[in-house]
């Protein structure tokens, strides 16, 4: 296959298939968290999970001293966008909304999924900020899919996507100069995955390309601000936010959703890559 940069690196099937694994073992600790998820525990608590679940199935944290980042995940409460370290302090109360970033490496491949979860009675603006973020999500991911099997995608069509979902869903701030990103035999990698844009730019949406889509928006303004930790982003305007992920691989025929459990069947159905049952016995 010709590629259309260095910067950009092409997985193999076989490749996709190692990726796969580590997304799943994601996946896993994001469900064993999300289980939990409730006033009271605190977000160290949460992060000791993750940590197990990667550990036991022979993976290490992408994220634990990744450029000195000292925990496994990021918890994000509240106006907290994305990066926020985990704490015995940060308990979680009745009516927060919590953000969970969690990344893994396995057999040198990457996967990094995201999910927010209302914490108890939440009001029923942040489940609909939520369930915002994950229709973003996944129209993004539907895009890329359709892309890649029409041939004739680009990768600004997810950005464009996600955008227009959002718009759809409602009043939402969109945060700018965070984004989805490539990954594969690193966390983060080119290129850089827009959540706003105008369709038909950037690299065509082509089989082997792997990228981390990840929308993120805000009750109120879109605008942040880094703490003085030099990783939590919040809010300026100290307006929820919700932070959602998928690490995705394209084929010629659609997409695999590696850190999605079903694969992304249930939401891209025939855009489902058919390759996915030979590729699972290599």
């Not at 994220?63 to 990066?83: K, T």
């Not at 979680?92 to 108890?120: E, N």
């Not at 701030?173 to 827009?194: E, F, K, L, R, T």
Request: hydrophobic letters at 45%; aromatic letters at 4%; glycine letters at 12%.
């Amino acid at each position: 296959m010709a590629r259309q940069s260095l910067d950009i690196e092409y997985k193999t099937p076989e490749q996709i298939v190692l990726m796969r694994a580590a997304g799943l073992v994601v996946a896993r600790a994001l469900a064993e968290m999300r289980a939990v998820v409730a006033p009271g525990i605190s977000t160290a608590d949460l992060d000791a999970i993750a940590e197990r679940v990667i550990r036991d199935a022979g993976g290490q944290p992408s994220f634990l001293g990744y450029q000195g980042y000292p925990a496994s995940i990021c918890a994000s409460v509240n106006e907290e966008v994305v990066h926020a370290i985990p704490s015995s302090a940060r308990v979680l109360r009745d009516g927060d909304l919590v953000s969970l970033d969690c990344g893994a490496v396995l057999d040198g491949w990457h996967g990094d999924p995201a999910i927010t979860v209302p914490v108890g009675a939440a009001a029923p603006c942040l489940h609909r900020l939520a369930e915002a973020a994950q229709e973003a999500l996944w129209a993004g991911v539907r895009a890329a899919a359709e892309g890649a099997a029409s041939g004739q995608g680009r990768l600004t069509d997810v950005s464009h996507a996600v955008e227009s979902a959002i718009r759809r869903a409602g009043r939402y701030g969109i945060v700018v100069g965070y984004g989805g990103h490539g990954i594969g035999s690193a966390m983060h990698q080119n290129p850089y995955v827009d959540n706003t844009g105008r369709p038909g730019r950037g690299p065509r949406l082509v089989p082997g390309l792997c990228i981390a889509i990840e929308p993120m928006l805000t009750l109120g303004l879109p605008r942040t601000t880094e703490l003085s930790d030099g990783w939590t982003v919040v809010t300026e305007d100290g307006s929820v936010a919700a932070h959602v992920e998928h690490t995705v691989a394209l084929f010629a025929d659609g997409a695999w959703v590696l850190t999605a459990e079903d694969g992304g069947r249930a939401q891209l159905g025939d855009l489902m890559t058919r390759a996915t049952g030979v590729l699972e016995k290599t």
